[in-house]
């Protein structure tokens, strides 16, 4: 039997479209509060954009509101789509026992939907009656596009995987359950970090992803951060911002031509390496920068006075990421930084250098799971005399974690131990690369160096919002460019 997600995949292709439209018909967008007027609205919307959507998205709050007549209405609506794009019925349903098995016969027998968008917090076996048939499908609820889905599904729960919060769990569980190719999962487009962070644990489940025009989702950055990397995986469905336009059709047209644009640039790398590192496109990333500065962990000098740096050198920025350890909030955001990265490497252990990296690296290793080593600064002279502290094999792959990167000269130190106890480093991943050299001298042995920020972008954000003063970030930029 061909599984829900295969058919959705033909479909997709067939119609070369991501868009899933909604049929959500609002009272004030009715000629009259009537189930009539509510089936008209959605039979002209259906009409209008057969060939352009992938699927079909009715939401069941605003036909139950209509009464008896109203469900009867949702079936109709449902009976109208082609039979070849699927409908998932938005009734974010889930209960145990006999109840949920009651839901799934109303959602896929008697109303006729595909799919249906379910509640996770009862557990598996509430899921379980809509996940019987590969055929229907299950988009769990994962990371919801409302302010809101941060009081529940940002909090921190601890499991094999670490501290991670409660949707990076179900984004896990949905891996977990997706043993007949029917599981999908919902992520807000209005929460970009989360998108790529659900896409990163579940590479290959389809995300639906609500938020995208009225809720003030940005599409281009949405697909950037959910897409699988075959450009597919991501269905965004959009309701208000296609019915109330005065054409539906070309407001459909207009989307689907703006979602294949948008894929065409994700699919060839540079656009993605972009959405990565660049601070407008990251909100969180953003505002860990500003935190940072406000923090003290990046400081500006007066022209009067000027830093002493270790060197002699007198500088007019001066970076402190010790500062971290007073504000633990600070310090796990700043933890949770590093994790796209280190997800995308491959190795057994992390490596933190003393002693600015220590509590970065503890925290990345209690939010990501990843046991944890360091290199002492000075050879024990008494006990087990060791040169590396923790549990670790010969042989095995470390990524470095230090806070920052310059010359790379304390970096090479560090390694010459690690590698002297036959451990292997490939790669070294800071929070900011000063631009000074580090990266080029790690190349040349072979070392890759990975940054959260570089101090350039950091600069040029903070100049483009104003703050910090524009002769100061002038002189630090001149500063790291050698000038006097």
Not at 26 to 47: G, Q, V, Y
Not at 362 to 374: E, H, K, M, N
């Amino acid at each position: 039997m061909e599984s829900f997600f295969s058919r959705l995949e033909s479909r997709v292709r067939q119609v070369d479209s991501l868009l899933c439209v909604g049929l959500d018909p609002h009272p004030e967008d009715l000629a009259a509060s009537t189930p009539a007027a509510a089936r008209d609205f959605c039979l002209r919307l259906i009409e209008a954009t057969a060939d352009l959507a992938a699927a079909f998205k009715p939401n069941a709050a605003f036909f139950e509101a209509l009464g008896a007549e109203g469900l009867l209405i949702l079936k109709e609506v449902i009976a109208a789509v082609p039979p070849e794009a699927p409908v998932i019925l938005d009734a974010k349903r889930a209960d145990i026992a006999s109840t949920g098995q009651a839901y799934a016969r109303a959602a896929f027998e008697v109303l006729g939907a595909d799919a249906i968008t379910a509640n996770p917090y009862l557990g598996y076996d509430a899921l379980a009656p809509f996940l019987v048939d590969p055929a229907r499908a299950v988009f769990v609820l994962c990371k919801t596009s409302n302010p809101g889905s941060a009081d529940v599904q940002d909090l921190l729960t601890w499991g094999e995987s670490g501290v991670r919060p409660v949707y990076e769990r179900v984004a896990r569980l949905a891996v977990e359950w997706n043993r007949n190719d029917n599981v999908g999962l919902v992520a807000g487009a209005t929460h970009l970090e989360a998108l790529q962070r659900v896409r990163l644990l579940a590479p290959e489940l389809w995300i639906l992803a609500p938020g995208v025009g009225a809720q003030g989702g940005d599409l281009r950055l949405a697909l950037q951060a959910g897409l699988r990397q075959d450009g597919l995986g991501l269905l965004l469905p959009v309701s208000r911002g296609i019915a109330r336009l005065p054409n539906p059709r070309q407001a459909a047209q207009d989307l689907r031509r703006e979602i294949e644009v948008e894929r065409g640039s994700f699919l060839r790398p540079p656009a993605r390496k972009a959405y990565q590192r660049t601070l407008a496109a990251d909100p969180r990333l953003a505002a860990l920068a500003d935190d940072l500065l406000a923090a003290g962990c990046v400081r500006f000098a007066s022209p009067e006075q000027p830093f002493i740096l270790k060197s002699g050198l007198r500088s007019p920025i001066y970076l402190d990421l010790r500062q971290l350890v007073s504000d633990p909030s600070l310090l796990r955001r700043v933890a949770q930084a590093y994790l796209p990265i280190l997800e995308g490497l491959s190795f057994e252990r992390l490596a933190a250098l003393p002693y600015a990296a220590l509590p970065i690296g503890t925290a990345i290793s209690l939010l990501g799971g990843w046991p944890l080593v360091y290199p002492r600064k000075e050879v024990k002279a008494y006990g087990t005399q060791a040169e590396i502290e923790g549990a670790f094999v010969p042989g095995e792959r470390l990524v470095v974690i230090d806070d920052l990167a310059t010359t790379g000269g304390s970096k090479f130190e560090a390694i010459e131990r690690l590698t002297a106890a036959g451990l292997r480093v490939e790669e070294v991943v800071v929070l900011i690369d000063r631009q000074s050299g580090a990266a080029e001298s790690l190349a040349q042995a072979g070392i890759r160096l990975q940054a959260v920020f570089t101090l350039t972008q950091l600069l040029d954000y903070w100049e483009a919002k104003g703050s910090v003063p524009t002769a100061q970030i002038a002189a630090a930029r001149l500063f790291l460019t050698g000038g006097v």
